[in-house]
C-alpha cells in the first residue's frame, strides 16, 4: 500500500514499516511468531516476553491510518538525496 501510494518513499518504505511496528508492538504479530518452545528456560521465557513487550504509550494505539497520515506528510518534502531526510522523517 505505502509503495503505490507514496512511490518517492520507497527507499524509506521499510523502515517506515519497521519504526511503526515497533511503536504499536505485539499487535502486528501472531501467536506463532511471538510464542515461545516449552523447551526454553524460564530465564528465557521472562527475556523474550520482556523483548515482545510493546512500547508504553499514552492516549489511544497507533492506526493504520496514524501511518498513512504520517506518509502522507512526509512524502511532501522527502527528498532521498537529501542529508537532511532523516531528521524530516523523525520531526514529523
Not at 44 to 66: C, F, H, Q, T
Not at 75 to 90: E, G, N, P, R, W
Amino acid at each position: 500500500v505505502l509503495q503505490s501510494r507514496y512511490p518517492s518513499l520507497l527507499a524509506v518504505a521499510d523502515h517506515l514499516l519497521d519504526i511503526y511496528i515497533q511503536l504499536t508492538g505485539e499487535k502486528h504479530h501472531s501467536w506463532n511468531d511471538s510464542s515461545v518452545g516449552c523447551e526454553q528456560a524460564p530465564e528465557e521465557v521472562s527475556e523474550a516476553s520482556r523483548e515482545n513487550k510493546r512500547p508504553i504509550l499514552e492516549g489511544r494505539e497507533l492506526s493504520l491510518r496514524d501511518l498513512l497520515n504520517w506518509c502522507n506528510r512526509i512524502a511532501h518534502s522527502f527528498d532521498s538525496s537529501s542529508s537532511s531526510a532523516s531528521l524530516s522523517i523523525f520531526q514529523e
